[in-house]
């Protein structure tokens, strides 16, 4: 049996247990995901972009003529991340793109002027570099190595909050969908391959912000969102990505030469199929082209692609003129160095044949 004195001694103990695990109970309120803002988002960047725009003030055609537009300047911002200590800063071509003035808050408020170091229309990323140094940078991820719902977060400048409080907004929501391919938009030139979607909320001043994962690494860069209509410039919850491993690719280019090369050489003439071709060569099919001619020592040589090929699709795609094979690689966005692959028809039987493009170098 328990006496009074065992009994005191046990509940002083449940209490001095309880009094000194609380701020056990406090810090379980950290999780995967605060500790990834934590680690990330002093890495985040406001910026800030001064563009100077014309515009008449009148619609009057015969001032028009005689009188230049007026120059007005123009404020916008959005979002980057720090990727080095020594300042350089990934971000959105759509971004910074004609900026007269560019300036740079992280978080705490210190600001620094930014020098573009190159743009990349064709993929919407853009390379900063800010005026000082030891800065604090983000971790880059392996964007090849995503779970389709896993927890990420979307840090940036929504809205320009970031100017309340000196600190970046995060949004938290899930990977959607990966490779969503969007082509070439003919508007604006880029192209939207490969990307990510995400639940995550984005909005306006969120572009070029960095999407994170829980273990604190950046894996994206925020781009773009679907709106319910046009009236709704806000989320609803479909927003898109550029995957790090690409952003990484463009940054290097970017930071060696300030622009990307997308000139690349096949080694092929081709041309499409007429009737007379299909009947005479009792070919089973109408799509595709020829080969007519292949380059010595080039890449389709070395691939094993000869004269009197008949190319069907490229990438996947169907091919049925010369012009057809260049856009399928643009769209992709491939370049000297990358992979295409091919399907050919010859001799009754089908092939399919990888080629390296070439460069012209």
Known sequence: MINSHTKVIVLMLYIAV???AQPNVNSSRKTAITRAIEKVGPAVACINVQQNVSAYTTSDPFFRYFFPPEIYPMKSSGSGVVISPDGYVLTNTHVVENASKISVILSGGDEYAAEVIGVDKTSDLALLLLNGNNFPFAEMGDSD?????EWVIALGNPFELFSISNQPTASVGIISANH???GMQKESGRVLQNM???????????SGGPLVNSEGK?????????????????????GFAIPINTAKRIAKELKTSGSIDRSFTTGLVVQPLTRSMIRHLNIPFRDGVIVVHVDKNSSAQKA?????DIIITAAGN???SPSDIRDIIAEKDLRSGDTIKFKIFRENAYLNIRLKLGSYR
């Open 18 to 20: 309880n009094i000194f």
């Open 145 to 149: 190595d995503l779970i389709i719902g």
């Open 180 to 182: 969503m391919d969007f």
């Open 196 to 206: 990510m979607q995400t639940d995550a909320a984005i909005n306006p001043g969120n």
């Open 218 to 238: 950046v894996i994206g860069i925020n781009t773009f969102i679907f709106t319910g209509s046009n009236y709704n410039r806000g989320s609803i919850g479909i």
């Open 304 to 308: 094993g692609i000869a004269i009197g």
């Open 318 to 320: 169907k091919v049925n």
